[in-house]
């Protein structure tokens, strides 16, 4: 199969956005590095300097985000074709301090399979003819049609390890190669954001240079109020290359435990040595966090007034693919050795392993991605209390399922007697990528089928080693690139994101893993309607 960074797009459907871009470029970084957030007048019309995006797309449907730099109504105008010569107005909401002036517009009744250009409009409350420059965006809708093929990518990890923009390096130029890939949409795994990761004006780099980084007064400090948590998202808003692939390619979002506190689970204390924190209770900070998070990314199940208030949902993408985005957070057990022989909350809780299982049963999409904000058998140890605990699902033992682990072998062998085919896991979290196939002839716990997991990232953060393996689901890791060293930094490379590729004739899913520059390091075709894969 040909690789997509090196042919030309088919106008029809995979068209470039031009010009329409202007707008959210506009926003220009001060010249010095001291306070890097863009300088709004406080008269005149209001301004979306921080760009457009579009998230949650399906085949008749997406979310359009904006942020104000004051109160203002927001408009999106929806067009078939770039020039906007036919528009249709959907008035959206009034952005004021209560949502620290974002907002999103839920667009219906779209047509499938074809290119969407929108434009947002802000107007002033007290007199809608005072408007705003539109921002312009665009993206696709999913298809109705088979044949039509899907494409995607994935990755993770922003911002982490104290690694930010740097505009020594082109800042966060790995949007950029993975713009050009012109994806359908972009599956975002977790850890958007550091918010307990504070970013200083330089950083030292092994060899004597400096690592230089835009920094704002949010940024500053491990986030425990709102606003602090509101301006880890902005933060990140700064960097052209992101707002640039935002406005022209949708996405699919998720959390981990960054976007609040490196390895947090429910009903934390952080202890009293972590001097950083005022705000003790993680319970808090995880509430703010998630404010936050609903406030500065357009996700169906947290806009204002959705019924379910919950990160896990199912995004369907026409026929070919529904996106089962968990969240390994909200619902998971404390952090322990891992080593019950009965773990009914595990990392998941029961309601959300419920509603996998049966969601993944109603599917009739040939491929099942299973969005994973962590992987299931990479070691991944938590030593933030001073323990050797469990962070994920492995604890490390090659042995039968224990702890967190046995919900894991739940779901496995449900989709193996239920006969569900074509599920493959999606993760990030370790700061390098790689390929691992589950085999139950390698495996302690044998009752399920075959299956692939696939790591990518980070997107700019700091790069780590490989992770050990636990071999209780019988992981073959088939392909690795990682340091040799901990948290290398983006400027010495190792950021990765993944590429999917669904042909629409022959169902095959193609899974490219690649680095910085979308260079292509692994691929791997994968055969449509097998069970498990």
């Not at 579009?54 to 942020?67: K, N, Q």
């Not at 986030?223 to 948590?229: K, N, S, V, Y």
């Not at 996106?323 to 019950?340: E, P």
């Not at 073959?476 to 004739?505: C, H, L, M, W």
Request: proline residues 7%.
């Amino acid at each position: 199969m040909p690789d997509p960074s090196t042919q030309s797009p088919a106008p029809a459907r995979r068209g470039v956005l031009r010009g329409a871009l202007a707008a959210s470029a506009a926003l220009a970084l001060p010249a010095g590095l001291g306070s890097a957030v863009p300088a709004f007048a406080l008269s005149g019309r209001p301004r979306a300097g921080w760009g457009v995006q579009a998230g949650d797309v399906t085949s008749d449907s997406g979310l359009v985000w904006v942020r104000s730099d004051r109160p203002a109504r927001m408009v999106v105008e929806v067009s078939p074709t770039e020039s906007f010569r036919r528009v249709r107005r959907v008035p959206g909401p009034l952005l004021g301090e209560g949502t620290d002036f974002t907002g999103t517009t839920r667009l219906r009744g779209l047509p499938p399979g074809e290119q969407i250009h929108y434009r947002v409009v802000l107007a002033d409350p007290d007199d809608p003819r005072r408007t705003g420059e539109p921002v312009t965006g665009t993206f696709r809708t999913a298809p109705a049609r088979r044949r039509d093929g899907v494409r995607f990518l994935w990755s993770g990890d922003i911002a982490g390890q104290g690694w930010g923009i740097n505009p020594d390096i082109g800042g966060y130029r790995i949007f950029d190669a993975m713009g050009r890939l012109d994806p359908d949409f972009f599956l975002l795994s977790g850890d958007s954001v550091y918010a307990d990761g504070p970013i200083a004006a330089t950083a030292a780099l092994p060899d004597g240079r400096l690592y230089r980084n835009l920094v704002t007064e949010e940024k500053s400090k491990v986030a425990e109020t709102l606003a602090e948590f509101r301006g880890n998202f902005r933060y990140n808003l700064l960097d052209e290359n992101l707002r640039r692939f935002n406005a022209r390619v949708p996405s699919i979002v998720q959390w981990d435990d960054h976007e609040v506190r490196n390895n947090w689970y429910p009903g934390q204390v952080i202890a009293d040595t972590d001097a950083r924190y005022t705000e003790k209770r993680i319970d808090v900070l995880a509430e703010r966090a998630r404010r936050a998070v609903s406030e500065y990314y357009p996700i169906s199940t947290l806009t204002p007034g959705a019924r379910e208030g919950r990160v896990h949902r199912v995004v369907r993408h026409g026929p070919l693919l529904d996106v089962f985005v968990l969240d390994m957070r909200t619902y998971r057990n404390a952090n322990s050795a891992g080593t019950d022989v009965v773990d009914p909350q595990g990392i998941l809780g029961r309601e959300q392993l419920d509603w996998l299982k049966r969601e993944l049963a109603r599917s009739r999409a040939v491929w099942k991605v299973i969005a994973s904000d962590m992987p299931l058998g990479l070691v991944v140890p938590d030593t933030t209390e001073g323990l050797r605990n469990v962070e994920a699902v492995a604890q490390g033992d090659p042995g039968q399922p224990l702890g967190r682990e046995l919900q894991i072998a739940e779901l496995l062998r449900f989709v193996k007697h239920r006969r569900i085919t074509g599920t493959v896991w999606l993760t990030a979290d370790v700061h390098h990528t790689s390929a691992q196939h589950y085999q139950p002839s390698r495996a302690a716990f044998t009752d399920f089928e075959p299956f692939w997991e696939f790591v990518s990232g980070p997107l700019n953060a700091g790069a780590f080693p490989a992770s050990a393996l636990d071999g209780t689901f019988g992981p073959e890791r088939v392909f690795v690139k990682a340091p040799a060293t901990s948290n290398v930094s983006p400027a010495d490379g190792y950021q990765f994101f993944g590429e999917v590729e669904i042909d629409g004739d022959s169902g095959e899913m193609t899974v490219r893993l690649r680095e910085q520059d979308g260079a292509v390091l692994f691929t791997k075709v994968l055969q449509p309607g097998l069970v498990g894969q």
